[in-house]
């Protein structure tokens, strides 16, 4: 690394801080780099030389075929799948119509609205998890059919005339959490747009639906790129919900059914590893590809309001 | 005047009224107009009042009752305030619930989060390597508390783990069990915590420094102050609304912790949560509703006091 060479310029404080820097980089990277390590080592040659050992046998791949086919990882990927796309993109358009309303429009309420969805999105999940699991048992839904992939099924609405125990239920609890924040982002970004906008698009007889489509969504394009970024990997990363809402493993999202997997299928520390690793992927290919988004999301949500 | 045209302008004294108004003299929202806007906001808030707010406020009338989740709750259910009198003095695990809810927020708030607010500063420099400094600080942020439980448990399981290995502490005589000894587990999952609410405070700290004028720390430079006066005299007051959302965030994260504590042991034997001992109570075989209830009303007290600063702070903003 060529951090330090920079000849002739070297300033001591300089160094000091590289140093406190790079020693703070090493212990940041060696858990993950152990992780990774220890993914790619085969059971067999843990058990002969210790964790704490070179890899005589050379490191494969064998742990993550392990993980892969017999914990059937990739039907857990769909779980997530079919939860966090809908979540995210019903999210956006409920947030997007809150925040255009409440920023475009002065109306008594705005501010208060803008109050319930931040706030509701502050609360522990924990303070409403005892009525909220109630509410989830008690709901009837109406049962509409289900799309079969292998030995899944995924219904179009429920498959047990409830919400509990249903991909509907932890799509809409997400919907419900995270449109709070995503308004709250939104209409401190929506608030930097020029009213005058909306109005003149008004008085030349435009609807409001149309004003928030055409204009002011197109405006927001940078936010709503941050803000679904940001609320995939929520979504992608929430371990709570599905554990506390859903009652059939199979149907658990990946983050939740790693859980379940633990005690199952990896019973040693190579397959943890390696099970852990494939989950993370996509969170990592989210940091590699979408950072600036990612970031971008996180800092509207706070530097502003 | 048109007093009621709705395109807000906030000086007018009447700005406000959605609801069609026969008040002004040319109403440029059509009724439908309206109507469309009263759906926009009515319908998620509906969903976040039902899903959130009704649960929130039952939680509180709940935990007067001995609710036990069977059947309907009614008058006869009322017990007044035998489920906090029994939780603070007769049920053994709300005081170490509590107070490691309490050192789970002082570690954050006196460890964690000034390391991010250290970084930040440190990165918010000229200096060579800054991008890839950032990127390694960040990298635990993308990830769920469920990876980052898994990844220290490689470092910390009592067999198996690196850090044991290291140390050889390994054999049955001398071996340190950091997840199950209830006098340091609390502390190594704090660890792992740490690795992820670092970068998440590290960004949040950093975008904040970038809109501070430069010209403010030019000037303490050339009155000849120091980079650590320049930091505490000029730069951290004038970040005070950041330091307020760093405070909010620190308090928010140290009363929702629960995924790590549930993965390792699901939150017993020295990782007792008052967010765990709520899921326990109410959802499992247990089933105290009422008691799990009172809980809540406790947490959510609790959590009252960042979500009011916060609130208060977006008030006075607007």
Request: proline share 5%; aromatic share 14%.
């Amino acid at each position: 690394m060529a951090v330090l060479a920079r000849p002739g310029r070297i300033r001591p404080s300089r160094i000091v801080l590289h140093a406190f820097l790079l020693s703070m980089v090493a212990v940041w990277i060696f858990p993950l780099f152990w992780a990774v390590y220890n993914s790619l080592r085969p059971v067999s040659d843990t058990i002969q030389n210790g964790y704490l050992s070179w890899p005589t046998g050379g490191l494969s791949l064998i742990n993550y075929q392990t993980v892969w086919t017999q914990a059937e990882l990739p039907y857990y990927y769909l779980n997530t799948l079919v939860i966090a796309v809908p979540a995210v993109t019903l999210t956006l358009l409920l947030a997007s119509l809150v925040a255009f309303a409440c920023t475009q429009f002065s109306w008594r309420f705005n501010l208060t609205t803008l109050m319930i969805f931040t706030a509701g999105n502050l609360l522990p999940p924990q303070v409403i998890i005892v009525p909220l699991y109630r509410i989830y048992l008690s709901t009837p839904l109406p049962m509409l059919g289900e799309l079969d992939v292998g030995k899944f099924g995924f219904p179009f609405f429920t498959d047990n005339t409830l919400l509990y125990d249903q991909y509907i239920g932890i799509m809409l609890i997400h919907i419900v959490f995270q449109t709070g924040f995503a308004t709250f982002v939104l209409s401190n970004y929506m608030k930097t747009i020029s009213k005058e906008i909306t109005e003149s698009a008004i008085v030349d007889g435009a609807h409001v639906l149309r004003i928030w489509w055409r204009i002011v969504l197109p405006l927001c394009r940078p936010a709503l790129a941050a803000m679904a970024t940001l609320l995939f990997t929520f979504i992608y990363n929430d371990f709570f919900w599905a554990l506390l809402l859903m009652k059939t493993g199979d149907k658990r999202p990946i983050t939740s059914a790693l859980n379940n997997l633990q005690g199952e299928f990896f019973v040693n520390n190579n397959l943890i590893a390696a099970g852990a690793m494939l989950v993370a992927i996509p969170p990592i290919l989210v940091y590699i590809f979408l950072q600036k988004q990612f970031i971008a999301g996180l800092t509207l949500g706070s530097s502003k309001g | 005047m048109a007093t009621s045209i709705t395109p807000a302008r906030e000086d007018s004294p009447e700005a406000g009224e959605l609801v069609a108004t026969t008040k002004g003299r040319y109403n440029v929202l059509t009724r439908y107009d309206r109507r469309v806007l009263m759906l926009m906001v009515g319908i998620p808030l509906l969903l976040d009042i039902v899903f959130i707010w009704w649960p929130t406020l039952s939680s509180i009338l709940l935990s007067f009752t001995n609710y036990n989740g069977v059947g309907e709750v009614g008058w006869n259910n009322f017990i007044g305030l035998k489920n906090y009198q029994f939780m603070f003095s007769g049920y053994t695990l709300f005081w170490p619930a509590f107070l490691h809810n309490v050192i789970w927020l002082a570690w954050l708030a006196f460890i964690a989060t000034p390391l991010g607010i250290l970084f930040a500063v440190l990165l918010d420099r000229d200096i060579r390597g800054v991008g890839f400094y950032q990127s390694v600080f960040f990298l635990p942020v993308v990830l769920s508390l469920v990876i980052v439980g898994f990844i220290w448990e490689l470092q910390f399981s009592p067999t198996e783990g690196f850090i044991n290995n290291v140390l050889q502490r390994t054999s049955s005589t001398n071996i340190i069990d950091w997840l199950g000894n209830p006098r340091i587990n609390l502390y190594a999952i704090l660890i792992a915590a740490t690795w992820r609410h670092v970068g998440y405070i590290m960004v949040i700290y950093l975008a904040g420094l970038k809109s501070v004028d430069p010209t403010l720390r030019e000037a303490a430079k050339v009155d000849g102050a120091n980079e650590i006066q320049i930091f505490f005299r000029v730069v951290f007051p004038v970040m005070a609304p950041i330091n307020i959302v760093v405070v909010v965030i620190t308090s928010i994260e140290a009363l929702r912790a629960f995924d790590i504590a549930f993965i390792i042991n699901q939150g017993k034997n020295g990782l007792e949560l008052l967010s765990i001992l709520i899921t326990n109570n109410s959802i499992s075989e247990a089933s105290l509703v009422g008691f799990g209830s009172a809980i809540a009303v406790i947490l959510l007290l609790i959590s009252l006091v960042p979500i009011v600063i916060f609130l208060s702070r977006v008030m006075r903003t607007r």
